[in-house]
């Protein structure tokens, strides 16, 4: 699908002036330029055209608020004064996998002021001797150069830094985990307890059981007894009557 199209989809009816973000990734590009984008998208503030033949950005129009653009693997080996003039906002730029060889190119980014990130992995000019401290040297304003600043540290990743936000906004869940848990320890602990009591109970009904037969038997040997006790008084009765 060619660019002017895909523009033309991704609207879906809507005002350009109403687009934030614009997604043009591997359609067509006319003649290696930029085609179908217009002034009208006013409030664009990222666009990503990843390889979609550019070679000039020529025919890039004024972008005001745009901040972030994605250039990756396309042909572009110059013209980027374009984006200072018509893009003078932008705090990320990826130009990765492009034929950018000289550090006189980039020189053209001197006039990005708001310049944090820019990215020229598997571009030739990363091959240049001491090429990340010349780079940091021509562009003062950049942070972070193929994703790491001048002491090797990386850059912070925009979507783990929105999970962060939202865990701190998200105590209350985190609270609500922790009470769960400790009802379950409760709950445990007096699972355990009630079962310590009906393993207490049916020992002490065991010995209860136990002493009962014991009392039983012992009632059984007295009253044996006792008969034979009568038993006897009534043998030595009889011995006096023969007696007599």
Do not use: W
């Not at 990320?92 to 820019?118: C, D, F, M, R, W």
């Amino acid at each position: 699908m060619d660019m002017k199209k895909r523009i033309t989809l991704e609207l879906r009816n809507r005002n350009p002036a109403e687009i934030a973000e614009l997604v043009l990734d591997n359609s067509r590009s006319a003649d290696g330029e930029v085609d179908g984008l217009t002034d009208e998208f006013t409030e664009l503030e990222f666009l990503s055209m990843v390889n979609v033949g550019l070679t000039s950005l020529a025919k890039l129009p004024s972008l005001p608020k745009l901040r972030k653009l994605e250039l990756s693997d396309n042909n572009l080996s110059g013209s980027l004064e374009m984006l200072s003039e018509k893009c003078p906002n932008l705090t990320y730029l990826n130009l990765s996998g492009n034929k950018i060889k000289e550090l006189s190119t980039v020189e053209a980014l001197q006039h990005l002021k708001s310049l944090q990130s820019l990215d020229l992995f598997n571009c030739e000019i990363t091959s240049l001797e001491e090429y990340r401290e010349s780079v940091f040297e021509l562009l003062p304003q950049v942070t972070y150069l193929d994703g790491f600043d001048q002491e090797d540290n990386e850059a912070p990743d925009s979507e783990a830094e929105d999970e962060d936000e939202d865990g701190e906004d998200g105590a209350g869940p985190t609270g609500a985990y922790d009470e769960e848990e400790d009802e379950d320890e409760d709950g445990s602990e007096s699972a355990e307890a009630g079962l310590g009591f009906q393993v207490n109970r049916a020992n002490q009904d065991d010995d209860e059981e136990d002493y009962a037969e014991e009392e039983d038997d012992d009632a059984a040997g007295a009253q044996g007894q006792k008969r034979k006790r009568e038993a006897d008084d009534e043998g030595e009765e009889d011995d006096d009557d023969d007696d007599v």
